[in-house]
């Protein structure tokens, strides 16, 4: 009850500062502010590395969502046509870099130190909490990598999300025929 309890106060707490946001017109002043500076295209690339580090520095994927949702969906959606965005890849930006922000914050929740998920994961499993974030790092980092660059990269072009799925899954699959090694087996165990 007490996990839950402290739970549904981090989520309240980010919604309300989602609505300071909001109120503030953080969205707006972003498009007037990165209009010159940022690339339409990159958007769901930098969504997902803002989500993730927000995410990983204070441990909640939830508030991280509740804060940038408000604030990457306005800017997405203003996208310029006059730097080569259509109103159909300006769709599909805004669905990647909401995608983005979603991943990206898991992603951050899932290999930080300070999460209460991964906390929790090192404690039931009875293992050390630090080699706990260190034996998931790598994998997650590897997925992470293969979802920039082979995902939301090419989604702020318009590349067709099966495509990028497909290279995604290749690109994991020789990482792992490249990298991977088997385990050792476990005395004791039943086969």
Known sequence: AR????AMVILILAW???AVCDGLGTGPWLVYVSRDVLSPHLLPAISFLLAAAMSFSTGTSWGTMAILIPIILPLADALPADGGVTAQLRDVIALSSTSAVLAGAV??????PISDTTILSSMASGSDHVDHVRTQLPYALAAAGAAVCIGYLPAGFGVSPWISLAGGAALLAGLLRWRGRRAPPVLGADR
Do not use: E, T
């Open 107 to 112: 992603f951050g929740d899932h290999c930080s």
């Open 16 to 18: 309300a500062l989602g």
């Open 3 to 6: 996990a839950m309890l402290i």
